[in-house]
């Protein structure tokens, strides 16, 4: 089962907008280092939307074999084009990683039986895990809870990253779902609540500065210490909300950047952040002893 602290991986980029891979190596190590349970490369916050195809595969590929099995690596292959998703899947699958995260849904609209054989084609593909990304936000189209109780019943899908915003998700669908399954908060301002609720991690965008924290704060969910959750929850979020003043990934890698990671390069149509914007970031981190 996949829990704990998962990160949102950006894609870290050098100022001509090129993908800085030596970064991309240091960043896994980073992770690993500082208690990170598990990467999630090629999401949305590594900025999939404007990846080529063979830069998507290269990511992938270079993290699986940085992490080297010490920590999971779960692959982002989601596209709202079935048969381009299945290539990914296929793709992580060959080069060794430890699972998929898929998102659709988005621009066509597709029915929930439309989301359900959609997954099914994937899942019957191969064998690796599946976690089902639901953020109605961005893709438009909610999988109900029905339809993820009948997507559990797939053998590969195994999770949920959960960005619904409804934290009643989780008790609902634990009434459906009887297999073991995982259910991350793709929110991290909710995620001590959503595993309160009966969550057992995050993927996390915040993670990428403050791995050592969020690490700290699903593990102390892990022990059922909400107070110390609670705490770190607190302390975490004025970094959450200003990370995303302005259209992520851009906060993110701002942050990423203070901390001399990466550059904070961006691919348009996402644009760099405003100096009052990282003025905040830069309290929010320093507050954390960050910088």
């Known amino acids: ?137 961005r893709a438009i189209v909610d999988i109900s809870a029905d339809t993820m109780a009948r997507l559990a019943t797939l053998p590969t899908v195994v999770g949920v990253k959960d960005a619904t915003t409804d934290l009643a998700r989780p008790a609902v669908e634990r009434q459906l779902i009887t297999k073991p399954f995982s259910w991350l908060s793709g929110e991290d301002g909710t995620a001590v609540a959503y595993n309160a609720a009966g969550g057992n991690g995050c993927i996390s965008v915040t993670a990428n500065v403050a791995p050592a924290l969020c690490a700290s704060m699903h593990k102390a969910c892990a022990d059922n210490d909400f107070h110390t959750a609670r705490d770190i929850q607190n302390s975490l979020m004025p970094l959450h909300q200003s990370l995303f003043l302005e259209p992520s990934p851009a906060g993110i890698k701002y942050a990423c950047s203070r901390l001399g990671l990466c550059t904070d390069t961006v691919r348009l149509p996402i644009v760099t952040l405003q100096d009052s914007t990282k003025e905040k970031i830069d309290l929010a981190l320093q507050s954390l002893n960050l910088l």
Not at 51 to 58: D, F, G, I, P, Y
Not at 80 to 97: Q, W
């Open 1 to 137: 089962m996949f829990a704990g602290s998962y990160v949102a991986l950006i894609t870290p980029m050098n100022a001509n907008g090129e993908l800085d891979e030596l970064a991309l190596r240091k960043l896994v190590a980073w992770h690993i280092q500082n208690g990170t349970d598990g990467l999630v490369p090629v999401g949305t916050t590594g900025e999939s939307p404007v990846l080529s195809a063979k830069e998507h595969r290269k990511i992938v590929r270079l993290v699986v074999k940085e992490a080297a099995g010490r920590i999971p690596v779960v692959a982002g292959c989601g596209s709202n084009n079935t048969s381009e998703a299945l290539k990914f899947h296929d793709y992580a699958h060959k080069v060794g990683a430890d699972g998929a995260l898929h998102v659709t849904g988005y621009y066509n609209r597709p029915s929930q039986e439309g989301l359900f054989r959609h997954f099914e084609v994937l899942s019957k593909s191969n064998e690796l895990p599946i976690i089902v990304y639901n953020i109605p936000a």
